[in-house]
């Protein structure tokens, strides 16, 4: 279980304690195929605004071809993610992005904040942070890992399937492609037998089983525009996903709980942050679920003022925890309001995520209600 701390339980505060209450509120191509050719990003609907980071008027139909234009397929060879494949996968590299550098015209930024050391979550887990997983893609590059979350399905209450995470873990962008083999695999480690390279069996890596994405939905902005900057802003990703094993059982009914989304939360709500991954880069190997507990308000970055300002917080957590949910709790109960989405290296001293609002709401409710 999350360690216990007395801050407080009004909205927009977090403890360690955050994911034991979700817990207490729940009742492709084959290992040597080659990778998908870039094709050119969907062309956005002629209904669509001039900016792209503005789609307030995109109908219903404007996201039906916006999704089927985008051509997702994923479907992984049978036993693709055996745990040595798991335990060689490489951190998906995080978006860096200098916040002591001099900015560049048009960003604007808060003064960098202090780091927070990322914390291990003592073993064996508890039910509480098996929302939390990792998410495994196969890339040009070769085998990758990301993190992810297990959120709430407003269509289909306590029955979801859905993950969120970031967009960059999902697809390469403007003149990239979907990412291969992508599955996902909540509670990844629960009981420590994967740390510090000891051999481990299989059902010990993947407690909940694997969930492969069946369908997914990024960010329009993100597939027309590329390099580090405005895109971020609108670095998300949504997935449906089913049990590799076949089982009826949902995702949200396996791991027994999933967290909602707080879409356009009030930023002077916003006291304080935990963010959640799986850090695969040095001195962290992935076997561990990491947290940043941020004691303060997070900051802004902007590099298009047009669009929601990114939340920052100081973490230490490094690549590999991309994706992984921030969370505050709303009314005692823990709420995510962002995902990992660009950070530093050379030392890692925080991290930033997308403020998700009317965009990313109105595609996880088109996602949600539509998207099967």
């Known amino acids: 279980m999350p360690r216990t701390t007395n801050r407080g339980r009004r909205a927009g505060t977090v403890g360690?304690?955050?994911?034991?209450?979700?817990?207490?509120?729940?009742?492709?191509?084959?290992?040597?195929?080659?990778?998908?050719?870039?094709?050119?990003?969907?062309a956005l609907p002629k209904s669509a605004p001039t900016?792209?980071?503005?789609?307030?008027?995109?109908?219903?139909?404007?996201?039906?071809?916006?999704?089927?234009?985008?051509?997702?397929?994923?479907?992984?060879?049978?036993?693709?993610?055996?745990?040595?494949?798991?335990?060689?996968?490489?951190?998906?590299?995080t978006p860096e992005y200098s916040l002591t550098a001099p900015a560049a015209p048009g960003v604007e930024r808060d003064a960098p904040p202090a780091a927070v050391p990322a914390e291990p979550q003592p073993h064996p887990y508890g039910q509480a942070t098996a929302v939390v997983g990792r998410l495994f893609m196969t890339t040009p590059q070769g085998d990758a890992a990301?993190?992810?979350?297990?959120?709430?399905?407003?269509?289909?209450?306590?029955?979801?399937?859905?993950?969120?995470?970031?967009?960059?873990?999902?697809h390469d962008g403007k003149g990239g492609g979907w990412l291969k083999n992508l599955v996902f695999v909540p509670g990844f480690n629960r009981d420590g037998r994967a740390s510090h390279g000891k051999p481990y069996p299989d059902a010990q890596a993947a407690p909940y089983g694997r969930w492969t994405a069946v369908r997914a939905l990024v960010s329009p902005t993100w597939l027309q525009e590329s390099g580090v900057g405005a895109r971020?802003?609108?670095?998300?990703?949504?997935?449906?996903?089913?049990?590799?094993?076949g089982s009826g059982a949902s995702l949200e009914e396996t791991v027994g709980g999933s967290v909602p989304i707080w879409f356009n939360a009030p930023r002077d709500?916003?006291?304080?942050?935990?963010?959640?991954?799986?850090?695969?880069?040095?001195?962290?190997?992935?076997?561990?679920?990491d947290h940043c507990d941020s004691p303060v308000a997070p900051g802004r970055l902007s590099f298009d003022r047009t669009r929601p300002p990114m939340y920052v917080i100081g973490c230490t957590m490094t690549a590999g925890s991309s994706g992984g949910g921030w969370f505050v709790t709303r009314d005692g109960k823990p709420n995510l309001i962002s995902v990992g989405a660009i950070g530093d290296r050379n030392p890692a001293g925080y991290q930033a995520g997308p403020s998700l609002q009317d965009q990313a709401k109105q595609a996880f409710d088109y996602f949600a209600k539509n998207v099967r």
């Open 51 to 93: 900016s792209v980071g503005d789609l307030t008027g995109w109908k219903l139909e404007d996201w039906r071809k916006y999704v089927t234009a985008s051509g997702f397929a994923n479907e992984p060879a049978p036993g693709y993610w055996s745990a040595a494949r798991m335990d060689s996968a490489k951190p998906r590299p």
């Open 232 to 245: 971020d802003q609108f670095d998300y990703g949504i997935l449906r996903v089913r049990a590799e094993s």
């Open 146 to 170: 990301c993190s992810a979350t297990v959120v709430s399905d407003p269509t289909d209450p306590g029955r979801s399937n859905l993950v969120y995470t970031a967009a960059h873990c999902l």
């Open 269 to 289: 709500q916003i006291t304080s942050a935990a963010a959640y991954g799986y850090p695969a880069e040095r001195p962290a190997d992935g076997t561990e679920l």
């Open 16 to 42: 360690a304690t955050m994911l034991a209450v979700a817990a207490l509120a729940a009742a492709g191509c084959g290992p040597d195929g080659r990778a998908r050719p870039a094709t050119p990003p969907p």
